[in-house]
């Protein structure tokens, strides 16, 4: 089992978003050597906080859990076991209708902002949608919800005539500022931002960015940022957890991540990343093999038959996600899983 309950609770009192333990295991895959049938294990005692106005990034390859782990927060995925509470409150186990209600403060942005978008609805209505589920108070008439339509689209820097446009008279970042606008229209507490800039062009990448940033400085929302480049959660994090094989083997600041990274997964990860200082690029170091597949995951250590460092003890022990205490200069606890560092 990773952290302990108390461990990660203590560290991050007051958070707006509390997971513990969180499971997601999907039916059960043949395979190739074997009839027996095996669980796939896409998250497995997944436990971390995010707080107010925080943004808190997942990364990790492909297949490492961290879009289910986001879909189970909001439940568009139906989590196995675990916890999942939201100002306090829990939220794995609520009604439909409580739950439809409770997504007030639990949006998402989409990766493909033009397939999240109904092509048969004009931008405006798209962003008065959700208003006009929630019947939030003073937003009851259709004229008090298309002045908050307006004042939505110049927050995301979209001009008002947008509104009578159609998702396929956009462009493709104009297309993510209308999910953006969408996700913000009912002022969440939290959003999931689920690669949200991936399938924008590099051009337009910074620009979404850095309107999420000023989005969350003017308005205090909290972040999941899923994603896999890894220069933009440089960006945009304040904390990062990285993920491989459905567990969650590091947890730091940014900062501390960036610089000095504990877990050897993180380590080779980070290596790829282009240094912002011209000339001081660290050695890029290659993955060994192949992600063992999460139906039938390594004893032990997840992470020991690619591991450089690998011991006898990871073969047979899981490490526990543990604080560091010598991480100099860290602006919130380092937790890595990790028996040798
Ligand atoms: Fe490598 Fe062992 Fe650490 Fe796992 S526990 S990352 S195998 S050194």
Redesign the pocket.
């Known amino acids: 089992m990773n952290a302990p309950l108390q461990s990660v609770d203590s560290r991050r009192a007051g958070a707006l978003l509390e997971v513990r333990n969180l499971q997601k295991f999907y039916g059960a895959a043949r395979t190739w050597f074997s009839r027996r049938q095996y669980p796939v294990q896409a998250v497995d005692d997944v436990s971390f906080d995010v707080a107010r106005g925080e943004t808190l990034s997942l990364v990790g390859e492909s297949g490492c859990g961290k879009t289910t782990t986001a879909k189970s927060v909001l439940r568009l995925i139906e989590p196995t076991a675990g916890s999942v509470r939201l100002d306090g409150e829990e939220v794995t186990g609520l009604g439909r209708e409580e739950m439809r209600q409770r997504r007030r403060d639990l949006q998402i942005i989409f990766q493909d902002p033009y397939a999240s978008l109904n092509p048969r609805m004009t931008a405006g209505d798209i962003v008065a949608e959700p208003m006009r589920n929630f019947s939030l108070d003073g937003l009851t008439s259709e004229k008090a919800r298309s002045e908050r339509v307006k004042w939505l689209f110049s927050k995301v820097g979209l001009r008002a005539e947008a509104m009578k446009k159609y998702p396929y008279e956009f462009s493709g970042g104009q297309r993510q500022r209308l999910g953006i606008a969408r996700a913000l229209a009912l002022s969440p507490k939290l959003i999931v931002c689920d690669e949200p800039v991936s399938a924008l062009d590099v051009s337009v990448q910074a620009q979404v960015i850095n309107l999420l940033m000023d989005l969350q400085a003017e308005f205090g929302v909290a972040y999941l940022f899923v994603a896999h480049d890894l220069a933009v959660v440089r960006h945009i994090s304040h904390r990062v957890a990285v993920m491989y094989l459905g567990k969650i083997?590091e947890i730091a600041d940014r900062d501390t991540l960036f610089s000095s990274p504990r877990?050897?997964?993180t380590e080779i990860l980070l290596s790829a990343v282009p240094a912002p200082t011209p000339g001081k690029r660290a050695e890029r170091r290659v993955m060994s093999g192949d992600p063992p597949s999460p139906a039938n995951p390594p004893t032990?250590?997840?992470?020991?038959p690619r591991?450089?460092?690998?011991?006898p003890?990871?073969?047979q022990v899981s490490?526990s996600l543990t604080p560091r205490s010598d991480a100099v200069g860290a602006k919130t606890a380092h937790f890595v899983?990790?028996?040798?560092?």
């Open positions: 083997v877990h050897p997964y032990g250590c997840r992470f020991h591991c450089p460092l690998a011991a003890v990871c073969r490490p899983a990790c028996h040798v560092r």
